[in-house]
């Protein structure tokens, strides 16, 4: 049996991923403030075994109990491997920083920082005595350059790769380590997507569209993410701590 973690399972990537790895050899742990009943009935006909645990990743402080429960569900003496995807992810607040106010700041942090690196925390440490395969994926974004009316969004995005980058090196040193590595998903048609549209003015939407028809600026599916991904986790060995951008997974 597989076990798969994964957190923001209700919509976009996390749902494609959910999708992706309903089968019989996989049981599922789905974190999020809402759950998809059709996607659980879904998964549970394709054989997978599914628990959705409705959760609110602000609740930092109660994280570790969330993750201790899970963990006992896990048989690690039949288990193939254990798997955490840190997908949950909060846009907000867009818009210059002096507009936001503190508690959207703190949401930010606490959702898109402090959750992903408690999270895989507890995992690493709760899957010690696990010598089968085991890897954390975090979700996070290209981030090239600066980008005004983003700042929380991509600090917080740049804070993960960066805190994967050091974790990564702390367990290359280690015999039967976790492997974490960070991915850019690429842009995915998804609520989030929706959420950057709306903010956008005409002109800017026009422009989009253009980019859109001249495949300039393609948006891709989210399952075809969730596939390599799956792929990634089961077939492939990165470098602890690498950040890896989708469209440098080869083959599914
Ligand atoms: N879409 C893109 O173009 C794009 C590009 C680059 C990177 N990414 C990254 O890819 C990941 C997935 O994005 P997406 O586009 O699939 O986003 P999405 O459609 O907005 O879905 C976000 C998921 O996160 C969950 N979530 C949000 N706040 C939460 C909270 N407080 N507690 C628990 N769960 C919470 C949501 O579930 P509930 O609402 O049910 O809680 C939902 O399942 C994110 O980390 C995002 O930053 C996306």
Redesign the pocket.
């Known amino acids: 049996m597989n076990y798969f973690i994964i957190?923001?399972?209700?919509?976009?990537?996390?749902?494609?991923l959910v999708k992706a790895l309903s089968a019989p050899e996989n049981t599922l742990f789905c974190?999020?403030?809402?759950?998809d009943d059709m996607l659980v009935r879904s998964a549970s006909e394709k054989g997978a075994v599914i628990e959705w645990l409705l959760?609110?990743?602000?609740n930092v402080l109660q994280i570790d109990t969330l993750i201790s429960m899970i963990f006992q569900k896990i048989d690690k003496q039949t288990a193939k491997g254990i798997y955490m995807v840190?997908?949950?992810?909060?846009?907000q607040p867009l818009g210059m920083i002096e507009k936001a106010s503190s508690s959207d700041i703190l949401?930010s942090v606490?959702?898109?920082i402090a959750?992903p690196m408690i999270l895989a925390a507890r995992f690493i440490d709760l899957s010690r005595d696990f010598a089968g395969r085991k890897m954390i994926l975090n979700?996070?974004?290209?981030v090239k350059e600066p980008r005004s009316d983003w700042a929380c969004?991509f600090s917080a995005?740049a804070s993960i790769d960066y805190f994967t980058k050091c974790v990564g090196k702390e367990k290359q040193k280690e015999k039967n380590a976790v492997k974490i590595v960070s991915i850019?998903?690429?842009?995915?048609?998804?609520?989030?997507?929706g959420?950057?549209l709306k903010r956008r003015g005409i002109g800017e939407r026009l422009l989009y569209f253009f980019r859109i028809k001249r495949d300039l600026e393609k948006?891709i599916h989210?399952d075809t993410v969730a596939k390599k991904l799956v792929h990634l986790m089961l077939e492939l060995d990165p470098e602890n701590g690498d950040k890896i951008h989708v469209s440098e997974i080869k083959g599914e």
């Open positions: 957190t923001g399972a209700s919509k976009g990537l996390g749902a494609a974190i999020s403030r809402t759950r959760y609110d990743l602000n840190n997908n949950a992810g909060l846009i949401n606490r959702v898109n959750a979700i996070t974004a290209t969004y995005k850019a998903p690429s842009i995915m048609n998804t609520d989030m997507r959420e950057v948006p989210p």
